[in-house]
C-alpha cells in the first residue's frame, strides 16, 4: 500500500515557476515507477511525466517536454515535478501516482495509488 500526498501547488504568472512534491508513505514507494497527471475543468486527465523506479528513464507529454522535468529521491519517498516556463493552459489539479510496476506509462489504468491533487493555476 502506498499513499501519496502532493504540494507546492499555486497560483503564478506566465512564465512563472512552480516545484510540487509528492511524499509517500510505505517501504515499497522505490518499487514502483511514478507519474505526474493533471486534470483541468471540462477535460480528461492526461498524463503529464513518468519516472522509473531507480530515476534514470523518465517520459514526457509533448505539450510539457522541454519546461517541467521529473526527478524522485527514493532516500525522501518523494518525487518532484519542476515546471518552468509555465502558460495558462498549464492550468490544472495535478495528480501523482504509483505504478503497478517498475515503469512509468502515459495510461492512467497503470497506476493503482494516486494522491488527492494539487491546484496549480497560471494567470497570463
Known amino acids: 500500500q502506498v499513499q501519496l500526498l502532493e504540494s507546492g501547488g499555486g497560483s503564478v504568472q506566465a512564465g512563472g515557476s512552480l516545484r510540487l512534491s509528492c511524499a509517500a508513505s510505505g517501504r515499497t514507494f522505490s518499487s514502483h515507477g511514478m507519474g505526474w497527471f493533471r486534470q483541468a475543468p471540462g477535460k480528461m486527465r492526461e498524463f503529464v511525466a513518468g519516472?522509473?523506479?531507480?530515476?534514470?528513464?523518465?517520459v514526457y507529454a509533448d505539450s510539457v517536454k522541454g519546461r517541467f522535468t521529473i526527478s524522485r529521491d527514493n532516500a525522501k519517498n518523494t518525487v518532484y515535478l519542476q515546471m518552468n516556463s509555465l502558460k495558462p493552459e498549464d492550468t490544472a489539479v495535478y495528480y501523482c501516482?504509483?505504478?503497478?510496476?517498475?515503469?512509468?506509462?502515459?495510461?492512467?489504468?497503470?497506476?493503482?495509488?494516486w494522491g488527492q491533487g494539487t491546484q496549480v493555476t497560471v494567470s497570463s
Open positions: 519516472i522509473n523506479w531507480g530515476g534514470d528513464s523518465t
Open positions: 501516482a504509483a505504478s503497478r510496476g517498475y515503469g512509468a506509462p502515459s495510461y492512467s489504468h497503470a497506476y493503482n495509488f
